[in-house]
C-alpha cells in the first residue's frame, strides 16, 4: 500500500491525450512543456521546446525522436528515425531550472504532404532517496512534431462500409495533406423528416495526412428499417464541419 506522500507523475498516454486540448503549455507530474505540438513549417529547419523542472529533486532526461503513423482503430505506430536530430539528447535539471531543446532537420525538405514524428521525452532514474513508502512512477511523454508542406490543404470524408449482424463500419479519411485534430466526433442515424434513429459519440484525437480511422457502429436490428442517412458532425479547432453519407447497401437486409 503506497503511502500519503507517493508522488505519480502523469504517463505518457495521458499526456498525449492532454495535448490535443491544452494550446501552449502542459504539465507531466513534474515537468512543463512549452510548446506542447512543434511545427516546422516549410522553409524552416528548427524549432524549439522549453522543458522545466517544477519538482523540488533534480531529473535526468533522455531525448529520442520516432516516426509517428496510426492504424485504423488509432494505435500509434512509433519506429526510431534520424530524420531529425534533437539536441541536447540527454538533460539534467536541477529544481525549477528550464532548459531549452532544439528539434532539428539535416537537409531542408520540400514535401508535398506533412511527416509527422514524437520526440519522447523519457525520465531516467535519479539520485535521490525515497522516503519510507514513497512510490516514484518515472513519466514517458511523446510530444507530436509535424512537419508542414509548402502548401496545406486540410479535407476529410466519410464512408460507411461492410454491413453485418451489429451493425456496420463507419471509416473517416484525411483527404488532405495536413493532420487533423478531432476535439468532437459525433455520429446521427436520421430517418423519414430528419428524425433521429440513434446518435453516437466517438473517440476524437489527431488524424494524420492521408489516413484512415475506423469506428464500429452498432445498430439494433429494429431500428435498420428506419435509416435513410448517417450525418458525421466534427469538431476541429478551426470549427464544426457536417457531412451526410447514405446508409451503406446491405444494412436493412442484415
Known sequence: QHGPRAWLPILGLILSIALLVLPT?????????????IMLAAGTTSGLMTI?????????????????????????????????????????LKPNES????????????IA???????????????????????????RIGVPIFLQPREPKPGWAP?????????????????????????????????????TIFDQTLT????????VRTHSIKVPLADRAKLTACRIHLVTPDGSHDETVACPPGLLKQ
Open 25 to 37: 503549455r502542459a504539465l507531466a507530474g513534474a515537468l512543463s512543456i512549452s510548446p506542447v505540438r
Open 52 to 92: 522545466r523542472n517544477e519538482s523540488p529533486d533534480p531529473v535526468r532526461l533522455q531525448l529520442t525522436l520516432h516516426t509517428w503513423l496510426e492504424s485504423p482503430d488509432g494505435t500509434m505506430q512509433l519506429a526510431p528515425t534520424e530524420d531529425l536530430v534533437v539536441f541536447p539528447g540527454l538533460l539534467q
Open 99 to 110: 532548459r531549452k531543446v532544439r528539434i532539428g532537420l539535416p537537409v531542408q525538405q520540400d
Open 113 to 139: 504532404v506533412e511527416k509527422t514524428y514524437r520526440v519522447f521525452l523519457e525520465e531516467l532514474p535519479g539520485t535521490s532517496k525515497l522516503e519510507h513508502n514513497q512510490v516514484r512512477v518515472l513519466a
Open 159 to 195: 464512408a460507411v462500409s461492410d454491413p453485418n449482424d451489429q451493425g456496420f463500419s463507419l471509416q473517416l479519411k484525411n483527404t488532405g495533406n495536413v493532420h487533423l485534430i478531432l476535439q468532437e466526433v459525433t455520429v446521427r442515424g436520421i430517418g423519414h423528416k430528419d428524425q
Open 204 to 211: 476524437g484525437g489527431y488524424l494524420l495526412a492521408d489516413s
